[in-house]
T-cell receptor, first 115, second 111 residues
Framework: NAGVTQTPKFQVLKTGQSMTLQCAQD?????MSWYRQDPGMGLRLIHY???????DQGEVPNGYNVSRSTTEDFPLRLLSAAPSQTSVYFC??????????????FGEGSRLTVL | TQLLEQSPQFLSIQEGENLTVYCNSS?????LQWYRQEPGEGPVLLVT?????EVKKLKRLTFQFGDARKDSSLHITAAQPGDTGLYLC???????????FGKGTTLSVSS
């Protein structure tokens, strides 16, 4: 019953460092996405992918890169971490590529602190 | 820009009380979803409503989709401490490429 797995669960970075948040799903879902959750701001979409080799920007993409080389994996890269990127990051997936009416399955989140 | 506004932002009640939380927008949505999120975990889907005027019941939770498909409500009857959590409404953007989330209602039920 793995579902959506995110690693690491916790990470502390210094300003300017880079890192990759990993996300893997074992449900053969075509759609995958990354959100960040900040107090009072709700969940905001960073990037999403409708299938291997296809990615697109969400509401808050600056400072983040993604790639989708396989159906299962959707890593999120922070190129040069800034304190404003301190947040809880969630990876989510769902079946299909079309209009999102199905359930979005979330990972447990990755809590990132940038000093 | 499609926005979903949730109210109230915080709600603290005693066990056994009834409550209603709201999700409103000036935009029409093809469907709306409600998720519950507990501390340290990701959101989990409770229900999807797709037809204007639709009412769905999940045990003590009643979900309603407005006739014009611009709003939704969640009513909890006889709240229990296990209902404590963050309740989020969400709907697809017009392109159908992403889910837009409201900022959520934090519910605390004390015994």
């Amino acid at each position: 019953n793995a579902g959506v797995t995110q690693t690491p669960k916790f990470q502390v970075l210094k300003t300017g460092q880079s890192m990759t948040l990993q996300c893997a799903q074992d449900m053969n879902h075509e759609y995958m996405s990354w959100y960040r959750q900040d107090p009072g701001m709700g969940l905001r979409l960073i990037h999403y992918s409708v299938g291997a080799g296809i990615t697109d920007q969400g509401e808050v993409p600056n400072g983040y890169n993604v790639s989708r080389s396989t159906t299962e994996d959707f890593p999120l890269r922070l190129l040069s971490a800034a304190p404003s990127q301190t947040s809880v990051y969630f990876c989510a997936s769902t079946r299909g590529q079309g209009a999102l009416t199905g359930e979005l399955f979330f990972g447990e989140g990755s809590r990132l602190t940038v000093l | 820009t499609q926005l979903l506004e949730q109210s109230p932002q915080f709600l603290s009640i005693q066990e056994g009380e009834n409550l209603t939380v709201y999700c409103n927008s000036s935009s029409v949505f093809s469907s709306l979803q409600w998720y519950r999120q507990e501390p340290g975990e990701g959101p989990v889907l409770l229900v999807t409503v797709v037809t204007g005027g639709e009412v769905k019941k999940l045990k003590r939770l009643t979900f309603q989709f407005g006739d014009a498909r611009k709003d939704s409500s969640l009513h909890i009857t006889a709240a229990q401490p296990g209902d404590t959590g963050l309740y989020l409404c969400a709907g697809p953007n017009q392109a159908g490429t992403a889910l837009i989330f409201g900022k959520g209602t934090t519910l605390s039920v004390s015994s």
